[in-house]
């Protein structure tokens, strides 16, 4: 019986898989291309996702639709609740791919995309850190989990702050925040933002493949000496949908506080 239950459960995987392969590069593939590389990519996160015992959930807020990776409904045990928040890029496949296997052993992960990002959408006109540390705790309380702890990285780290101090203060246990100055001033944020001598957001919400590189010389240790032109501009048609959607967030500085 539980090894028929394994092989319905695993057909179920691949059949989903393929469909979500169809659906993605037929969305984000551009005419003129045969395959996209980084959607093809964003599929193999998607199959190791799923391989890590996570699911996708839709949840419908009213005021917005977030997307997040749950625990599979098979697992054989319940273990404490972990949500893992995304720093400002793309979605939270590409953010959390080489955490999920090591903390799933531990944790049941709940991983969203945070609202304007990735999946996750919303027709609210509120940009601030609150809003989104709301949404997720909204998510969390539709989802039944009322005690979790939390781990926010870069931009995601200023919502984990606002999730436990605000937002969700009775349901968060611990947080970490990772490489977020939540600590600063938003008259420093400014200033750093200055000495780019170019406008940030052409770095945060790229449109060319050299904005892009500099993106990645910022936010990357040990950054890449080079990267060819057409794949940097594969990642920036690939997320063309979420930069759309992102145009409003050009004062994410001015929201933060």
């Known amino acids: 019986m539980e090894s028929s239950r394994s092989l319905r459960y695993l057909l179920r995987v691949v059949a989903l898989s393929l469909l979500y392969l169809l659906r993605l590069l037929r969305r984000f593939t551009p005419p003129q291309r045969f395959l996209s590389f980084v959607a093809l990519r964003d599929f193999f996160l998607h199959i190791s996702f799923l391989r890590a015992g996570l699911r996708p959930v839709f949840l419908d807020l009213g005021h917005a639709s977030v997307h997040l990776w749950t625990p599979s409904p098979y697992r054989s045990r319940r273990k404490p609740a972990l949500v893992l928040i995304h720093g400002f890029g793309c979605n939270s496949k590409w953010q959390w791919e080489h955490q999920i296997g090591p903390l799933s052993r531990s944790f049941d992960l709940y991983i969203p995309d945070l609202v304007f990002f990735g999946e996750s959408r919303s027709n609210s006109t509120d940009r601030s850190v609150g809003y989104q540390a709301r949404c997720i705790a909204e998510a969390m309380r539709q989802l039944g989990v ?92 690939v997320g063309i949908f979420t930069l759309l959607l992102r145009c409003s967030y050009l004062s994410v500085f001015d929201n933060i506080f």
């Open 146 to 237: 009322s005690r979790y702890s939390v781990v926010g990285i870069s931009y995601g780290g200023f919502v984990a702050f606002r999730l436990a101090e605000g937002a969700a203060a009775d349901s968060v246990e611990r947080v970490s925040i990772l490489t977020a100055g939540i600590c600063a001033m938003p008259e420093q944020l400014r200033e750093m933002a200055a000495k780019e001598e170019r406008d940030v957001c052409e770095m945060l919400l790229p449109q060319k493949a050299e904005d892009l590189m500099a993106l990645l010389r910022r936010s990357l240790y040990r950054h890449p000496k080079w990267v060819p032109t057409f794949v940097l501009q594969d990642f920036i048609e």
